[in-house]
């Protein structure tokens, strides 16, 4: 059973920025699309963003423009790079294999202050 750890989140200021970090245990991880969701209180979990293997990316039109998926298959890690940070991005977030969902992880909270 794939294991996933996320991590980097943290309270900041709004217009601000962090860099999630997911990693997977297992050489799956590099066939695999790789997605960040994010959850809020009160709220149904949200796909964010998404990358293929070949790097092709999808984004919510909540965080176009403002957010970067990336991934490092050597390390088995999948990166979320948000700028502009808003409140409305306060969630849990997670990452997770788009098509075929692992064990969920404890996510890392991200928490932005007006």
């Known amino acids: 059973q794939v294991q996933l750890v996320e991590s980097g989140g943290g309270l900041v200021q709004a217009g601000g920025t962090l860099r999630l970090a997911c990693a997977a245990s297992?050489?799956?991880?590099?066939?695999?699309?790789m997605a960040w969701y994010r959850q809020a209180p009160g709220k149904q979990r949200e796909l964010v963003a998404s990358?293929?293997?070949?790097?092709?990316?999808n984004y919510a039109d909540s965080v176009k423009g403002r957010f970067t998926i990336s991934r490092d298959d050597a390390k088995n890690t999948a990166f979320l790079q948000m700028n502009s940070l808003k409140p409305e991005d306060t969630a849990l977030y997670y990452c997770?294999?788009?098509?075929?969902?692992?064990?969920w992880g404890q996510g890392t909270q991200v928490t932005v202050s007006s």
């Open positions: 297992g050489e799956i991880f590099t066939i695999s699309t």
């Open positions: 990358i293929d293997t070949g790097g092709f990316t």
């Open positions: 997770n294999n788009l098509h075929r969902p692992w064990l």
